[in-house]
């Protein structure tokens, strides 16, 4: 499985931005796709996830900012008035298990991508 994002980069307050996370790996079934962030010095923690079926879940931070939209094994995270403290490190993460009759699911990460939020 292969994770691969772009859309970072650098925006003022107020400002907004696009993330995409593009996924792939023959033979595999993708579950559920999600973003994650780190600030410096702080954890990774959640930003929002999306399964197969559509359903989306948000931290409570950027809830009614930033929506999550998923096409297959692709997804995007569309961020609106930005602000300072959503700078940091974005990773895409894809929960993926093999085709087959061996169910197995495991955890993949994208190499991250920057979004600096400042004046």
């Known amino acids: 499985v292969h994770l691969v994002e772009s859309g970072g ?4 307050p107020g400002g907004n ?3 995409s996370c593009a996924a792939s790996g023959s033979g595999f079934i993708f579950s559920v796709m ?9 954890g990774r923690e959640l ?4 399964g197969a079926d559509g359903d989306a ?5 950027v809830k ?5 939209s998923r096409n297959n094994a692709q997804i995007a995270l569309i961020m609106h008035d930005l602000k300072p403290e959503d700078t940091g490190i974005y990773y895409c993460k894809a929960v993926a298990t093999p085709k087959g009759p061996s169910i ?10 920057q979004v600096t939020v400042s004046s």
Do not use: C, K, M, N
């Open 57 to 61: 879940d948000y931290a409570d931070s």
């Open 34 to 42: 999600g973003w994650y962030r780190q600030a410096p010095v702080e």
């Open 47 to 50: 930003v929002a996830t999306i």
């Open 17 to 19: 931005l696009t993330l």
């Open 104 to 113: 197995r699911f495991s955890p993949y990460w994208g190499q991250g991508t």
């Open 64 to 68: 009614g900012r930033f929506r999550i």
């Open 9 to 12: 980069g650098l925006v003022q």
